[in-house]
């Protein structure tokens, strides 16, 4: 390879499930090798959160793994931040890029003090706002508009979350570019519809409505409110039964709620799985009942695999779906109306097939691996070139 290839790190907490994990393994295997040597820096996984190793290991990737680095306030992350900071000055790479709050504030610490030419950082979300009580939110606030002064760009997957991080003065709007999250999608594409994988070990005959959720069990996804519209939805004689796929802190709680409610042979929780092409094949409907997302990659899956959605209109969900036109949006917390979506979009039948068509169609053109990876290349080009411009105009 040539030795002008232009060295990327991308640090990331863990790859845990979810959508950050995901996206950083499709840039670090998606660059183009013969313009970029990337490394791929990450942390450990949580107890119960599931994790996406597996993902990396499918690229062909080997991370450099610091089991230190975690995303909470931990003493071991200052055995971390010497990690991190150690192979910057070592490798001395070109471009840092950094995912999720923690691995934010140690890498872009790590590379401003390393002297590291273009620091970019992705927000996939954020948690500073409703989350903590007013004086921590307002320290994180602080702290993220100080490590805005020493990075070079932020990313948001959305235009909504870029505008909420302007409102919130963690940096002008021109300082962030929105690239929307890329995905892989040639299986879900390729999958048949009802394959019946998922129903044959469920004994779930083809005539009963399937909703599924697809996510990590904690608080912010909110199945509690899935759970009580499902019961909703029985009340209502709607056939339906319900899966729930993945795992975390509050499987027990959620269970014994299904079980409060009455849903024991309604309701069934798969664990995490990694193969969700059968899951998806299966399903005649996705529940996204979340208080927040940046971008969910369950839904941009389920459109891609041809499955109508239903979601909450939060976060960055109103960048991805189309109200009415590539799936059906509700406002968060209301079990009443999310219970009455679903079972309207089962109902009418015909008309969810339509939007999930269109959805099918939509996620590929603006959520493709490819475009995403074009727009991430072409930023650290543009931003260590006039870093490079800079440098020779004030040695001149």
């Given at each position: 390879?040539p030795?002008s290839?232009i ?15 995901t996206?950083?393994?499709?840039l670090?295997?998606g660059?183009p090798?013969e313009r970029?040597d990337?490394?791929l820096?990450?942390?450990r ?8 190793r ?10 450099h793994?610091i ?21 910057m000055r070592e490798?001395r790479?070109?471009?840092?890029h950094?995912?999720?709050a ?7 610490t790590?590379a ?14 954020h948690v500073?706002r409703g989350?903590?009580?007013p ?8 702290i993220e508009?100080s490590l805005?002064?020493h990075s070079d760009?932020?990313?948001t ?6 505008e909420?991080?302007?409102?919130l003065?963690v ?8 690239i929307?999250l890329?995905?892989?999608?040639d299986?879900?594409l390729?999958?048949p ?7 044959r ?13 697809v996510?990590?069990l ?5 199945h509690?409110l899935?759970?009580?519209a499902?019961?909703r939805?029985v009340d ?19 269970e ?8 024991e ?13 059968p899951?998806y ?9 979340s ?5 969910p ?6 459109m891609?695999a ?10 960055g ?12 949006l ?7 109306a999310?219970?009455q ?10 008309y ?7 959805a ?5 053109a ?6 995403m990876l ?20 004030a040695?001149?």
């Amino acid at each position: 390879m040539p030795a002008s290839r232009i060295r990327v790190a991308l640090v990331i907490a863990r790859l845990n499930i979810g959508g950050p994990a995901t996206h950083v393994v499709q840039l670090a295997a998606g660059l183009p090798a013969e313009r970029f040597d990337v490394r791929l820096v990450a942390g450990r996984e949580g107890r119960g959160e599931g994790s996406m190793r597996y993902l990396a290991a499918k690229a062909g990737l080997n991370p450099h793994w610091i089991p230190e680095l975690s995303p909470a306030l931990a003493p071991s992350n200052v055995i971390a931040f010497y990690k991190i900071s150690r192979l910057m000055r070592e490798w001395r790479p070109d471009v840092v890029h950094t995912h999720t709050a923690m691995a934010g504030a140690l890498g872009r610490t790590a590379a401003h003090l390393a002297g590291v030419p273009v620091v970019v950082h992705t927000f996939h979300g954020h948690v500073l706002r409703g989350y903590f009580s007013p004086p921590a939110e307002a320290l994180f606030r602080a702290i993220e508009r100080s490590l805005a002064r020493h990075s070079d760009r932020l990313i948001t997957l959305s235009t909504s979350l870029r505008e909420d991080l302007v409102a919130l003065g963690v940096a002008p709007r021109e300082k962030i570019q929105v690239i929307p999250l890329g995905m892989e999608f040639d299986t879900l594409l390729a999958a048949p519809r009802r394959l019946g994988v998922l129903r044959r070990e469920l004994a779930i005959s083809d005539d009963v409505p399937l909703v599924g959720s697809v996510g990590r069990l904690v608080p912010i996804k909110n199945h509690a409110l899935l759970l009580q519209a499902a019961r909703r939805m029985v009340d209502l004689g709607t056939p339906a039964q319900f899966v729930i796929v993945g795992d975390g802190e509050l499987r027990a709680q959620l269970e014994h709620l299904s079980a409060q409610l009455g849903l024991e042979t309604r309701v069934h929780f798969l664990g995490w799985r990694e193969d969700l092409t059968p899951i998806y094949s299966d399903l005649d409907l996705l529940a996204l009942t979340s208080e927040n997302e940046g971008t969910p990659v369950a839904v941009l899956e389920a459109m891609a695999a041809g499955v109508p959605v239903v979601a909450t209109s939060v976060g960055g969900v109103p960048d991805v779906i189309r109200a009415g036109q590539t799936g059906y949006l509700v406002a968060s917390q209301e079990a009443d109306a999310f219970a009455q979506a679903m079972a309207e979009a089962l109902r009418n039948a015909a008309y969810s097939r339509t939007l999930a068509e269109r959805a099918r169609t939509e996620v590929v053109a603006r959520f493709g691996k490819d475009r995403m990876l074009a727009e991430t290349a072409s930023l650290y080009e543009s931003l260590l070139a006039a870093k490079r411009t800079a440098r020779r105009g004030a040695a001149a």
